[in-house]
């Protein structure tokens, strides 16, 4: 990796780029300076603003007809690390990765932690799974996993998840997200109550193993693959479970496990203010969850979130830390440039949501004034923050343009050899 994108290689790219990006930055700064904003002080905050990519992201997923394999996809977690530095060396702002088991379980994991940090990379929230059958599982989670009807069953799940923290501290993570896929495919098939009773019975049990500077995750999702009734369905029985099982326990917000035109910004602001935002899977989605590439369906929803997100750190909001992550399966795209567009994608959003005038919104909300409130938000995400994004990079040493920077290193190609080609036949979603 760092042998295809070293410091000549990154230089030489930028150097096409600089004497436009100076130009362009430097009519920026001027256009902010009227409007009484510092463009170094937006472009230091941009150059400290990090999510963390998935380590699921990097391979190429696939729908419930057909996955078609990639080029040199990486096949285990070390070729994943390999790809996330690729992506965090170019855009900078994706020094972490969120990894997922049993995929990513390896016999030894320091020498996964010890790996990523020869990288440069840190290890985020790890993700759990109990929506799969592993080879030698004794127990099926056909029926479900923390909520089975079977007490063993569930028993098997929460040994999983308290095995996931002791992962996690091998890799020096501080959190567990948990997302379950329990739920009926037909009415009546379980009861919606008992089934919750279940799973805050085997959640307390985790919660209870978890160290003290560690949080736990609940992830809703409306529904998928269950497509009746999902257990954990929406930020309501998200944050009551968080709720009762107490101050370790926040809600995570996955955009595209929403009900299309939901106000997902509202919810954010809700979960600000009860101090239970545990923090995002940012994607998108245009009718279900696709898991589609963050901004590339609703990139003015995405800015709304931000724009709650840094209202929040504007008021200092009491414990405000969220947890920033992208969760999304590329099907037809290469993937390493699919999460840095979208990487970029998020990056976006937040410097545009900084770039609104907070006492100027105060006061057009005191005195009713929709249009101006409206057009004060539209104005900041119009405003095209391109140049200080690249500024940002280029001043953290990565690429001005990370795809073509990416596409010039021919990464794929140079890997051939070394990744044989992985079956193209199986079916699923990740
Ligand atoms: C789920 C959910 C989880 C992710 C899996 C792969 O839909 O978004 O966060 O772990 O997909
Ligand atoms: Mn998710
Ligand atoms: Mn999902």
């Given amino acids: 990796m760092t042998r295809i994108f070293d410091t000549d290689f990154v230089a030489t790219q930028n150097d096409s780029h600089r004497a436009a990006l100076d130009e362009e930055y430097d009519a920026l700064g001027r256009k ?5 904003t510092d463009i170094a002080r937006i472009t230091a905050a941009a150059e400290a603003f990090t999510v963390a990519i998935p380590s699921w992201g990097v391979g190429v997923g696939g729908t419930r007809f057909a996955r078609f394999a990639g080029p040199s996809e990486p096949r285990n977690i070390m070729e994943k690390l390999e790809d996330c530095a690729v992506i965090n060396r170019l855009v900078t702002c994706t020094p972490s990765v969120s990894p997922h088991f049993p995929w990513d379980r390896v016999d030894d994991l320091t020498e996964v932690r010890d790996t990523a940090a020869a990288y440069d990379l840190s290890f985020a929230s790890i993700n759990s799974n109990t929506f799969q059958d592993q080879p030698a599982q004794a127990l099926s989670y ?19 998840n308290i095995d996931c923290i002791e992962y996690g501290k091998i890799l020096g993570a501080k959190s567990l997200t948990v997302w379950i896929a329990d739920g009926s495919n037909f009415p009546g098939q379980q009861h919606f109550s008992n089934a919750l009773e279940r799973y805050l019975e085997s959640m307390r049990t985790i919660y209870a193993a978890l160290p003290d500077d560690w949080r736990i995750h609940i992830e809703h999702k409306m529904f998928e693959p269950a497509f009746y009734s999902t257990v954990i369905q929406d930020w309501g029985t998200s944050v009551l479970c968080a709720m009762e099982l107490g101050d370790k326990a926040f809600s995570l917000v996955d955009l595209g496990h929403h009900a299309p035109n939901v106000n997902i910004e509202m919810i954010v602001a809700r979960l600000i203010q009860f101090r239970k935002l545990a923090g995002f899977h940012f994607n998108d989605s245009k009718y279900g969850d696709d898991d589609l590439d963050s901004g ?3 990139p003015y929803q995405q800015f709304l979130v931000f724009n709650e997100l840094v209202d929040a750190a504007y008021r200092g909001v009491e414990g405000f830390d969220p947890e920033y992550m992208l969760d999304q399966s590329h099907n037809i795209t290469d993937p390493i440039e699919s999460l840095m567009s979208s990487a970029m994608s998020v990056q976006r959003s937040y410097v545009q949501a900084l ?26 995400f119009e405003t095209d923050v391109s140049p200080i994004l690249g500024r940002a990079r280029a001043n953290a040493g990565g690429a001005i343009d990370p795809i073509a920077c990416y596409r010039a290193g021919a990464y794929r190609d140079a890997l051939a050899s070394k990744r044989p080609a992985l079956s193209g036949t199986s079916s699923g979603i990740v």
């Fill in 32 to 36: 902010l300076e009227r409007q009484g």
């Fill in 142 to 160: 056909k029926f479900g996993s923390l909520t089975h009807s079977n007490p063993a069953t569930r028993e098997q799940a929460v040994a999983h």
């Fill in 296 to 298: 590339s369906i609703h």
């Fill in 355 to 380: 770039l609104v005038d907070r006492p100027a919104l105060d006061g057009y909300q005191q005195e009713n004034d929709a249009i101006m409130a409206s057009n004060l938000l539209k104005a900041a």
